[in-house]
């Protein structure tokens, strides 16, 4: 399973960014979907993840309200529109899938296929 993730740039403080990220290579449908980043200097954190049908999310606490994930199952496509957008927002954000749990997870260590990551920035 091979994940593009695209979409990161430049961005003011207060600005909207939307990440996408495609898979190929499997069955997009099946998996689990979530978003990670990992800002310099620091630990990858998890921001959200959403289930296989789209149905349920979870976020980390800090995001909620200001990013939301959505994914296309027919384009193999998932989504993270972030509004408000904060210069700790500043990092590289990575996508990935899990193949085998039963639910969404905060726990990188679930996922089996990651993307390459896309810069975010966010100036003050």
């Known amino acids: 399973v091979q994940l593009q993730a695209s979409g990161g740039g430049l961005v003011q403080a207060g600005g909207s960014l939307r990440l996408s990220c495609v898979a190929s290579?499997?069955?997009?449908?099946?998996?689990?979907m979530g978003w990670f980043r990992q800002a310099p200097g620091k630990v990858r954190e998890f921001v959200v993840s959403?289930?296989?049908?789209?149905?349920?999310?979870v976020y980390a606490d800090a995001l909620q309200g200001r990013f939301t994930i959505s994914r296309d199952n027919a384009e193999n496509t998932v989504y993270l529109q972030m509004n408000n957008l904060k210069v700790e927002d500043t990092a590289v954000y990575y996508c990935?899938?899990?193949?085998?749990?039963?639910?969404?997870?905060?726990?990188?260590?679930?996922?089996?296929?990651w993307g390459q990551g896309t810069q975010v920035t966010v100036s003050s």
């Open positions: 290579g499997g069955t997009f449908r099946n998996y689990i």
């Open positions: 959403i289930s296989r049908n789209g149905n349920s999310a």
């Open positions: 990935a899938a899990d193949d085998y749990s039963d639910y969404v997870s905060r726990t990188a260590q679930r996922y089996d296929y």
